[in-house]
């Protein structure tokens, strides 16, 4: 299947008449799909359009994925909130508990 995608890529960009833009963006849509994890193996976009249309939904993909992860993250720090509070209190009342007793020694 990853052969398929590589004959592919490398007869779009090796064929005449092809411009640089042409070749820039299917340069930039492998080298994206390559960073995402994601392989286009048996089907991949066969048009300039498919490829930009392709390229802009992994581009939204990722970025909802992130989006979830931090929320999810954000979530589970607030969940913890009244406990860690607890502690910094507790912690700034020894902390000027000992520097009084070591500044009276």
């Known amino acids: 299947m990853y052969c398929l995608l590589n004959i592919f890529f490398f007869d779009v960009c090796q064929r005449e008449g092809v ?20 392989g286009y ?3 991949p976009p066969k ?6 249309v392709t390229y802009f939904s992994m581009c939204t993909g990722a970025m909802c994925f992130a989006l979830f992860i931090g929320n999810a993250t954000s979530l589970i720090q607030s969940m913890d909130a009244s406990k860690r509070s607890y502690k910094e209190k507790v912690n700034s009342t020894l902390c000027s ?3 009084l007793f070591m500044f009276e020694s």
């Open 19 to 38: 411009s640089n833009w042409e070749r820039y963006s299917w340069s930039v849509f492998k080298s994206t799909s390559h960073m995402l994890c994601i």
């Open 41 to 43: 193996g048996q089907f």
């Open 47 to 52: 048009s300039i359009i498919d490829l930009w």
């Open 97 to 99: 508990h000992l520097q």
